[in-house]
């Protein structure tokens, strides 16, 4: 038996040892997602056995460093634990900004003791971050945004505002665009690391037409953001006035991230989810032949979106991933988690309409599919995408 064969083995018993069963039935509504945070209340014992168990392994962020809070695995060894997951169906012990954006550019860009500090507590589930990027006037054209931070020796004072920022109403600190220079507009902001609870922040939430939604205004009125929070660990990300070099880093992991809506996971599981609406025929299948090879062909997308996202992950981890694959990861996602919704909702007939009562699980299917609209503006549009996919990528003249 190879290390791998014995690791795989290994994982398979530990899985089955420490993830409930609860811990592997499909997620229903947000609070079976567990995100951590000083303010967070678990579900149920399940969810925080898992979360526990996961903690003290490493598992909440496997390839992280150990020192850092992770389990130090190889690129093989979270790949393999990955399969092993989804093998089960295991829920992830711990979402997190701090995971999927934040903790990925402080590994690059972060003092020493900044990863020590802030990496722990996002591995260790004790720290919910949100992002204010987006501004009501910088959207897609980011680098013109206007939050400023004056510069008051020991701390800066920020004015301004963001938008679009999930869960800022429920997170307890903010990775946060601000500009600190007015003359030079990609050299004149930083990359700012804050508390929400600082007097000044406050919050508004912004209610979409799926009438569910985690995003927020954020408004900033003299809030004062200490330069430092002790020895080596600066409140900035990166250096003052280069906080874009950051910015830019980040928005590759969560391009990476909402590409993850594609689904990759889920290939062949809508054959059943709308078998009864439709019935099968004499050899069980779905009773629709039509809808069977709309079914298929999706499935066959999502196989091959797996196996452009894995081939993503081996070039990301050696180093060698095109800078603009992100971009393509984001808009092929975001088309096909699209797609999808919109077969659940043609398959689902008149009762995928219904917006309220308990059979429809409050209207799951209609709001899920309305939600999905957002996902080709959130993390930069898909228009955005194409462009540089074509510059980029198949670097076609412009116009």
Excluded at 100 to 119: D, R, S, V
Excluded at 227 to 250: C, F, H, M, T
Excluded at 351 to 376: D, F, H, I, P, Q
């Amino acid at each position: 038996m190879s290390d791998l064969d014995a690791f795989r083995a290994e994982t398979r018993e530990w899985l089955e040892a420490n993830c409930p069963p609860e811990m592997r039935e499909p997620v229903r509504d947000d609070d079976d997602v567990c995100w951590g945070g000083r303010n967070w209340t678990f579900k149920n014992d399940a969810q925080k056995s898992w979360f526990d168990a996961c903690v003290a392994k490493g598992y909440t962020v496997p390839d992280w460093p150990k020192e850092y809070g992770g389990a130090g695995l190889s690129p093989p060894e979270a790949k393999i634990l990955r399969e092993e997951m989804a093998r089960i169906n295991a829920r992830p012990p711990l979402s997190s900004f701090g995971i999927w954006m934040l903790g990925p550019a402080l590994l690059h860009f972060g003092t020493e003791e900044q990863k020590q500090k802030f990496l722990n507590e996002i591995a260790r589930g004790e720290i919910r971050w949100c992002q204010g990027y987006s501004e009501p006037g910088s959207g897609s054209d980011l680098v013109s945004l206007q939050t400023f931070g004056e510069d008051k020796g020991d701390h800066w004072v920020v004015n301004g505002s963001k938008i679009w920022t999930s869960y800022a109403d429920k997170a307890d600190w903010i990775f946060c665009l601000v500009r600190t220079d007015k003359t030079d507009k990609y050299r004149g902001i930083t990359f700012m690391l804050f508390d929400m609870e600082s007097k000044g922040v406050s919050t508004k939430p912004i209610l979409l037409i799926s009438g569910n939604s985690p995003f927020c205004e954020t408004f900033f009125d003299d809030v004062e953001v200490p330069k430092s929070y002790g020895e080596n660990i600066p409140a900035q990300v990166g250096e003052v006035n280069r906080g874009w070099d950051v910015a830019k880093y980040l928005l590759g992991h969560e391009r990476e991230m909402i590409s993850n809506t594609g689904g990759n996971d889920r290939a062949g599981s809508f054959g059943k989810a709308v078998l009864p609406s439709f019935g099968a025929d004499a050899m069980g299948r779905l009773d629709d032949p039509l809808l069977r090879a709309k079914i298929a062909e999706l499935d066959v997308d999502a196989l091959a979106f797996k196996a452009m996202a894995e081939r993503f992950m081996d070039t990301l981890k050696a180093g060698t991933a095109h800078p603009a694959q992100p971009n393509m990861m984001k808009y092929a996602g975001t088309e096909l988690n699209k797609r999808r919704n919109e077969i659940v909702m043609s398959a689902g007939g008149s009762n995928a309409l219904e917006w309220e009562s308990e059979a429809s699980n409050g209207g799951a299917r209609a709001r899920g599919w309305l939600r999905t609209k957002a996902n080709s503006i959130e993390g930069g549009t898909s228009e955005v995408m194409l462009n540089v996919i074509s510059k980029r990528i198949l670097e076609l003249p412009d116009g």
